[in-house]
């Protein structure tokens, strides 16, 4: 089996984001300076959280890891780097980045997200998209000769898809014959949604539909109830979305109490 090599300056980045608590017993003195154990039980601990067994072989690496971490610290401050304008910055990004994950962190957990505010946003999401979903086809083009057109040669036989692929300037739904897949009308523009909800199954404009976009022929494939996930399904996405909505308001907050000159 391989040895598990842990470079000293790879470790360096490693070991930054450790909290090393007080211990009393030393891994060592290098230069005169104690080497708590707990660097090595702290880099042990991350090891192991990344699915890796911490074996003796193991140990003894980090150990030897934690001795030139330290020497290479001891070697930076010697030659008077952590001195520079450019380190210092550093340190201070680093120290407003720890505090400011410190106290999202203890936003978050002093304003968790509930279930009832979970059930509450579901409960909207569902009143905004109750109803009926729409299976629809478009071609798009420019001017609005060429969609009369198209629904002539369509009136005369000629196949939904294959026109869509060949001259739709919707390039997403172009591709598929002009599929737009299932959909609530409220997903489309008015002009659009208000032409295809007229539409009988299997049926396609008689008139170009003019929008923003330009002029459609639509045809409507199908229509059903709308098909909505259940609130276990989407839990997460609420409770992450509701997490970072209240972020935001306490930042806002924050800005609104300042005095920024």
Known sequence: MKKLILPALALATLMGTL???????????????PIPMSRVDALAQQVARSGRQITPEMMEELKKAVVDRELLVQEAQKQGLDGSTEFKSQMEF????????????????????????????????VANNAGKEYRARHILVEKED????????????????????????????????????????????????????KLGKGKTTETPV??????????????????LPKIEEIKP????????????KFQEDLRTRAKIE
Request: aromatic share 6%; proline share 3%; no cysteine.
């Open 94 to 125: 680093t120290r407003d980045s720890l505090l400011i994950r410190d106290l999202v962190t203890n936003f978050q957990k002093n304003n968790p997200i509930t279930d009832a505010e979970i059930q509450a946003e579901y409960d909207k999401f």
């Open 146 to 197: 060429e969609a009369k057109a198209i629904i002539a040669q369509l009136k005369k036989g000629a196949k939904f898809e294959a026109i869509a692929k060949k001259q739709s300037k919707d390039p997403g739904s172009g591709a598929n014959g002009g599929d737009l897949d299932w959909a609530a009308p409220g997903n489309y523009v008015k002009e659009f949604s208000e032409a295809m909800i």
């Open 237 to 248: 996405q609420i409770s992450q979305q509701l997490g970072q909505q209240k972020l935001m």
């Open 19 to 33: 909290a090393v608590p007080a211990q009393a017993q030393n891994l060592a003195i290098v230069n005169g300076k």
């Open 210 to 227: 003019k929008t923003q976009f330009g002029y459609h022929i639509i045809r409507l494939e199908d229509v059903r109830e709308a098909q």
